[in-house]
């Protein structure tokens, strides 16, 4: 490993907003599940720049979509009828809920415009102060509606005020979902599997409480799948393999394979809800972000394709359990929380694993995050193990560096 260019880090502490810790690596170039630095140092990328290079960097199919795109229309704007929107929003839909499709440009904001949907839905149904519930640690994003349902952050005074009208119960504890659920509420807006709080699993028995509670109340459950979609848990949707089928999905990251967009999908009724002046946005749907989403559909929206996360993701694990210094691997398909022995330092083996070659990522301090690219090879998974395996043996006799 290279450290970056001290120049460009200067430039970058100078010129960029200081809200990211940045690793101390400059990459310049991506190539399936590899990530090279600026001296041509290689990296293996089980995170895909957290959970977007879902196909691996550059995938041929994406890159050609893009390019022909580009040299077509790059942008016409929501005034105008373009097909790959169309395209787009009709593949998502039948894939899923079956209504209809907002689109936007990033996580966030799919959940912003559920967040007006739940809204105006409970409004029509004349609830006054309507409330939207979200679990502790659920991460939804960073603008005002999707961090106001971000309990974890949404307590920062610095930012305040946030929106009224979120409430929070702890993760998991369906007796005080249940007591938090009433005529006013708007949304149980939750994810599925936890990600950026370290990979944690909803239980199905909830999950099935929250459609219940919604059903009961007339709210609508929302469930974010942003982390989770797009075939990281080895089904298109994580939805589908539990026993809720949610009003509203939301989607982005891997999405578009490295392209932004993101994607607000509804059950019939629920598209019903926004008209015209409700909601909008510039670039979104634009038809080279849409052109790239869908040729990665084309991609992982087969059964072989979702095959292989499921296993790879059971053969990574395995080898993971294997390890000394890995306490248990939370988590389903290819989206895994690698829980770490006491005494080991999830922020210190990062750094190493990164020297070593690796790329994952530190979302607790007892806890490694491993996204995978779907094309990760046998042999590329074998050696991640091994290099996860190296470091932790380091790590637990002291000689880590
Ligand atoms: N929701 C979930 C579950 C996420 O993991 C993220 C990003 O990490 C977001 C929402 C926000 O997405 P974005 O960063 O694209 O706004």
């Known amino acids: ?96 809920l079956g209504g209809r499709v907002f689109f936007c440009n990033s996580g966030t904001e799919a959940n912003e415009c559920a967040i007006k949907i739940a809204r105006k839905a409970a409004y029509e149904r004349g609830v006054e102060n309507p409330a939207i519930i979200s679990f502790e640690s659920d991460f939804h994003g960073r603008t005002y509606g999707s961090l106001s349902a971000t309990p974890g952050l949404a307590k920062d005074p610095k930012l305040g005020p946030m929106l009224d009208g979120f409430k929070s119960v702890p993760f998991d504890d369906g007796a005080a979902l249940e007591a938090a659920t009433g ?93 015209p002046g409700d909601h909008g946005s510039t670039f979104a749907a634009g038809p080279v972000a849409a052109s790239a989403a869908l040729a990665v559909l084309d991609l992982v929206d087969q059964p072989e394709m979702l095959r292989r996360i499921r296993s790879l993701g059971t053969s990574l694990t395995e080898g993971l359990l294997k390890m000394n210094g890995v306490e248990a691997v939370r988590g389903r398909g290819l989206m895994l929380g690698v829980e770490l022995s006491e005494g080991i330092n999830s922020s210190e083996l990062n750094t190493e694993l990164l020297s070593r070659g690796l790329v994952a990522n530190a979302p607790r301090p007892d806890s490694l995050r491993l996204l995978p690219p779907f094309i990760l090879t046998d042999e590329q998974a074998g050696r991640a193990l091994e290099i996860i395996s190296g470091a932790l043996s380091d790590q637990l006799s002291g000689t880590g560096s």
């Not at 708007?186 to 999950?207: C, W």
């Not at 799948?225 to 298109?236: A, C, H, K, N, V």
């Not at 392209?259 to 009724?269: D, M, N, P």
């Open 183 to 275: 005529s006013d509420t708007a949304a149980i807006f939750i994810e599925a599997i936890q990600g950026e709080a370290g990979v944690f699993v909803l239980s199905d028995e909830t999950l099935k409480l929250a459609r219940e509670l919604c059903d009961r109340t007339g709210a609508l459950l929302i469930i974010d799948e942003i982390q989770t979609g797009i075939g990281r848990t080895g089904s298109l949707w994580a939805y589908e393999q539990g026993p809720a089928r949610p009003d509203v999905i939301t989607s982005a990251k891997a999405l578009g394979g490295g392209v932004a967009i993101g994607a607000c999908i509804t059950t019939e009724a629920a598209g019903e809800v926004l008209a």
């Open 1 to 96: 490993m290279s450290p970056a260019d001290q120049a460009l880090k200067d430039r970058e502490k100078r010129f960029v907003m200081q809200t990211y810790k940045r690793a101390d690596v400059e990459f310049v170039r991506g190539e399936g599940a590899l990530l090279f630095d600026a001296d041509g140092n290689e990296y293996l990328d089980l995170l895909g720049g957290i959970s977007v290079a879902s196909m691996g960097h550059c995938h041929p199919d994406i890159v050609n979509a893009v390019r022909e795109q580009v040299g077509e229309l790059m942008h016409a704007s929501n005034l105008f009828y373009t097909q790959p929107m169309v395209d787009l929003a009709e593949r998502l839909s039948s894939s899923s």
